[in-house]
C-alpha cells in the first residue's frame, strides 16, 4: 500500500503533468488520477473473473473424480444412509479450504503482475541513468522497494502453497524483471531521453497503472483479508499488534521516500549545471 501510494503514485502524477507536455491533450483531463482507477477497476474484474473460473473448473473436476470414484466403490448409498451429516461437513469444509486456497493463488499472481509492471520501469530508470552520484542512491532505494514487495509477494506465494517448481519461477521471474529493464534502459540509454513528452507519457501511464494494480491488491485482497479474519478479529491484543505494524510500516516507507528525495537533490545539486531545472529521475520517489 505504501509503495503504491507514497512511492510510485507520485511519480505517475509529476510525469503527466510535467510542463513540456500538450496541455490541450494533458492538461484538461486528471490522467494521473484517470489511469490509477482504471487499473484498479481492471484488476477487480481480472480477480473476480479469474477467482470464478478457476473455483468452477476446480470443483467441476472434483465432482466428476468424486462420482467415479462412488460408483467404483459402491458407497455412495451406504454413506448417505448411514452417515451423510458427517459426510456433509466434511465436504463443507473441504470446499471452504479449496475455495480459500484457489483465491490465494490468484491474489499471487495478480499482485506478481503490478510488482513486474513497476519493477521493469524501475530498472529502465537505472540502467539509462549516467550519473554515478544518481545511480547509488537510486541502487539504495530499489533495494528497499524490492525488498518490501518481495517480502508481500512471498506471503502470498506461501500461503498459496504452490508446488516447488512453481514457487521457482514465480522467484525467478521476480528476481529478473528489474535486471531485464535495467538491460533495456542501458540499451536505449543513448536514445533515451527522460525528460521527453513521449518518455513521460509512457512512463506515467506504467506507472500510473502499476499503482492502481497496487493499492487495490494491498486494500482488497491483502489488508482486508487479513483484518476482516475471524481470528483476528477474535482477539484484541493480535488487533493491536496487526494495527501497529501497519502503522509502523507505512511510518517506515514514507522516510524512506523522504530520504530517497532528500538524496536525489543533493545529487543532482552536485552533478548538474543546472540543478534548478530540477529533473529527478523518473520511476523513483
Known amino acids: 500500500m505504501s509503495t503504491g501510494f507514497i512511492h510510485v503514485l507520485p511519480v ?24 490509477p482507477m482504471a487499473s484498479a477497476i481492471a484488476t477487480l474484474m481480472i480477480d473476480v473473473f479469474a477467482t470464478s473460473h478457476y473455483t468452477k473448473s476446480h470443483f467441476n473436476k472434483t465432482k466428476q473424480r468424486d462420482g467415479i470414484d462412488e460408483e467404483k466403490t459402491g458407497e455412495h448409498v451406504h454413506t448417505h ?20 486456497l484457489l483465491r490465494h493463488r490468484v491474489v499471487s499472481q495478480v499482485l506478481e503482475l503490478g510488482i513486474v509492471v513497476h519493477s521493469v520501469i524501475i530498472g529502465i530508470s537505472l540502467g539509462a ?3 554515478p552520484k544518481t545511480i547509488k542512491p537510486l541502487v539504495a532505494a530499489l533495494t528497499f522497494h524490492q ?6 509477494l512471498g506471503g502470498c506465494i506461501s500461503q498459496a502453497q504452490f508446488k516447488s517448481g512453481a514457487v521457482a519461477i514465480v522467484a525467478l521471474f521476480f528476481s529478473f524483471t528489474t535486471p531485464v529493464g535495467i538491460v533495456i534502459g542501458i540499451g536505449i540509454s543513448n ?9 513521460l507519457i509512457v512512463e506515467g501511464i506504467f506507472i500510473a497503472a502499476s499503482a492502481g494494480i497496487l493499492i487495490y491488491m494491498a486494500l482488497v485482497d491483502l489488508l482486508a483479508e487479513d483484518f476482516m479474519n475471524p481470528k ?25 521516500a523522504i530520504w530517497a528525495k532528500v538524496f536525489f537533490f543533493f545529487s543532482f545539486t552536485l552533478s548538474s549545471t543546472n540543478p534548478a531545472k530540477g529533473n529527478f529521475p523518473h520511476g523513483f520517489s
Open 191 to 199: 536514445i533515451y531521453d527522460e525528460s521527453s513528452p513521449t518518455a
Open 12 to 35: 505517475a502524477i509529476e510525469n503527466l503533468t510535467f510542463p513540456c507536455l500538450n496541455e490541450n491533450a494533458w492538461g484538461k483531463c486528471p490522467f494521473a488520477g484517470l489511469v
Open 129 to 131: 541513468s549516467e550519473s
Open 81 to 100: 444412509a448411514t452417515n451423510g451429516h458427517a459426510h456433509g461437513s466434511v465436504s463443507m469444509l473441504e470446499h471452504s479450504a479449496s475455495s480459500e
Open 232 to 256: 483476528l478479529q477474535n482477539n484484541g491484543i493480535l488487533q493491536v499488534g496487526a494495527s501497529v505494524s501497519l502503522l509502523l510500516g507505512a511510518a517506515l516507507m514514507s522516510l524512506l
Open 147 to 152: 525488498f518490501f514487495e518481495g517480502m508481500g
